[in-house]
């Protein structure tokens, strides 16, 4: 599946992903390929992206999410890359 993710300055993320775990403003949720369609408020934490075996994770102030046909976009407030 596809995730994008951008702040108002930039695009910080763009590609193909087996997972992506979120921290939502009631908790953290993970998505999966095939997910059901949802848009959440994200909270500040971490975006946990797994993909081919690798791991990265990004920390937000922030934001929103949607996921729709094996897309997410993330519309984050600001990151930091660690």
């Known amino acids: 599946m596809l995730l994008e993710i951008v702040t108002p300055d930039q695009k910080v993320f ?3 992903v ?3 775990s979120f921290p939502g403003s009631d908790g953290e949720f993970q998505v999966l390929n095939s ?9 500040k934490g ?4 797994s993909a081919d075996g690798k791991n ?3 920390i937000i102030d922030g934001g929103v999410v949607e996921v729709l046909n094996n897309k997410i ?7 930091v890359k660690e």
């Open 56 to 58: 990265e994770e990004m």
């Open 18 to 20: 087996n997972a992506v």
């Open 35 to 43: 997910h059901a369609p949802l848009i959440s408020s994200l909270g």
């Open 73 to 79: 976009v993330v519309l984050a407030e600001s990151l």
């Open 14 to 16: 763009e590609g193909e």
């Open 46 to 49: 971490p975006v946990r992206i």
